[in-house]
Nanobody, 128 residues
Framework: QVQLVESGGGLVQAGGSLRLSCAAS????????MAWFRQAPGKERDFLAA????????YYEDSVKGRFTISRDNAKNTVYLQMNSLKPEDTAVYYC?????????????????????WGQGTQVTVAS
């Protein structure tokens, strides 16, 4: 059974950085796609970035391009989200998600329903 465990969240000052980790287990992920989403209180869950385990192709939501970087460590079955120049509006619960790679690109892989497996989330709070 697929399990995803996020870590690395916390409290940071505006302008600071955090690196989130998502450790995946339960199967071989070479044919899967991994993504990061976030959800602020009272808002929908929004796509941030995705990476294909197979060839490492990456995709980003426009608002985080240049600030956030998604990467993977195949040996550790772990995906990372490096977040720089954080803003108070980045405050949210951050989730990683995965599913079999559908081979489609944006917009399909930016949709919540494209993913069956989700982590429990990690809180990121950016203080002004």
């Amino acid at each position: 059974q697929v399990q995803l465990v996020e870590s690395g969240g916390g409290l940071v000052q505006a302008g600071g950085s955090l690196r989130l980790s998502c450790a995946a287990s339960g199967r071989t992920f070479s044919s899967f796609i991994m993504a990061w989403f976030r959800q602020a209180p009272g808002k929908e869950r929004d796509f941030l970035a995705a990476i294909r385990w197979g060839d490492g192709s990456t995709y980003y939501e426009d608002s985080v391009k240049g600030r956030f970087t998604i990467s993977r460590d195949n040996a550790k079955n772990t995906v990372y989200l490096q977040m720089n120049s954080l803003k108070p509006e980045d405050t949210a619960v951050y989730y990683c998600a995965t599913d079999r790679d559908p081979t489609y690109d944006i917009p399909y892989i930016s949709r919540v329903r494209a993913y069956d497996y989700w982590g429990q989330g990690t809180q990121v709070t950016v203080a002004s």
